[in-house]
């Protein structure tokens, strides 16, 4: 596509971030994002360890991109995610985007993934990670949770638990997400598809180290978000 | 006499006053010092007299006591679970919502820290 990302449309970005536990990788990433010229809202998810002291250090680098707010204790990527979609309301953005903070996403993603809202393409977009790329275990997870999503939720995705998604403001205020853990990613793509919000998939790359993929879908989280899904039938 | 036929009459009635303790305190709502106290009650019935178990077995087409008495454990016990599972599901709710205010009404600044 022909459109390129301006100024303008960066400073109405606003990525928001649910970080936990996130120290030795977290500052990396927020500096990539500041460098790009994109705004941020940190949510520390109650961490144990100092990653609150780390933003603090990426803030006092990028005064202006960086807004952190903290939970007090520790209650799950989904709580995070949502108290991050609504402080950032605060700021008045027109696209809000969530990413991981652990350094799997690459900020280089950002401008391809926001060009579907800022063109009027779509109101949402999921970015599609490379099943090929994943390890073994982590790929089957992934596609079990695919083929759970299309049938708890009745929508066809080429990745349902991507952490990388992109949304307009006024999208955001149509959908509701009431998920405290992982299984935010499937509820979000049922709010856009419930919601018949326009949405696009754009392919992501992801970035696998020893410790990015300790966190994320696994057998035994794929295990847990079928749980929720089930609960959430009745 | 059975041993059991002492001791859960002893059991029940020492219970049944601490529900009522409960109350007195405010910490019990009328209805469970009610339910607990039939509880403790037909528990107490049936080890003093183990043949009212049959007649209530029978009522419910149970043939032995015993399966009866096993059986309306169970379920009081699944009873217990869910309402548990209920209310600790809410209170997550409670503090989810809770948190999530924390967390949105305090920004943090970087004046915060130099103060």
Known sequence: MGYEITLEDKNATYVVLPAYNEATRIEPVLEDIARKGYNMVIVNDGSSDNTLEVVKQSKRKFPDKIHIFSLPINRGVGIATQTGFEAVLKFNPKYIVSMDSDGQHSADDLDEVIKPLVTGEAQAVIGVRPFKDMPKTRSFANSIMNLLTRIFYKVNVSDSQTGFRAITVDALNKISINATGYLISSEFIREINDNNIPFAEVPIQTIYTPETQAKGTNVVVAFKILLQMIKHQF | ?115
């Open chain 2, 1 to 115: 006499m059975y041993l059991y036929a002492l001791i859960f009459p002893i059991i029940s009635v020492i219970a049944i006053i601490w529900f009522i303790t409960r109350y007195f305190k405010g910490k019990n709502s009328i209805t469970t010092v009610v339910l607990w106290s039939i509880f403790w009650i037909v528990v107490s019935l049936f080890a003093i007299f183990p043949n009212v178990s049959i007649t209530f077995a029978q009522l419910f087409g149970i043939t032995r006591g015993l399966d009866f008495i096993i059986i309306l454990v169970f379920v009081i016990l699944f009873y217990t679970v869910l309402k548990l599972y209920f209310i600790v599901d809410n209170m997550q709710n409670d503090l989810n919502t809770l948190v999530k205010e924390v967390a949105l009404n305090n920004e943090i600044t970087l004046d915060d820290e130099e103060e």
